[in-house]
């Protein structure tokens, strides 16, 4: 049986376009959600994927390894 590959080489130019992409993606269905003229149920479908994708923008931004600035004595800035 196979696996589910873990480990995706990816460049920061990728991860940006992903986010770019899904941040594209949330903005039209909240604007469709908005809409007066929309239906409910499909507003409330819409509503369910606008979480699922904060969702994996959340875990997108909870994977980036973040760099901070180190004073002399070794003790992160700010």
């Known amino acids: 049986m196979s696996t589910y ?3 995706f080489k990816l460049t920061l130019k ?5 986010e770019r992409a899904v941040r594209q993606q949330i903005t039209l269905l909240s604007s469709m ?3 007066a003229q929309y239906k409910q149920p499909k507003a409330a479908a ?3 994927k606008i979480i699922e994708l904060m969702h994996v923008l959340g875990n997108l931004h ?4 973040w760099y901070g600035q180190k004073h002399h004595t070794g003790v992160p800035l700010g």
């Open 5 to 7: 590959n873990e480990m």
């Open 14 to 18: 990728d991860v940006d376009l992903i």
């Open 33 to 35: 959600e908005a809409s």
């Open 46 to 48: 819409n509503h369910k």
């Open 62 to 65: 909870n994977q980036k390894i």
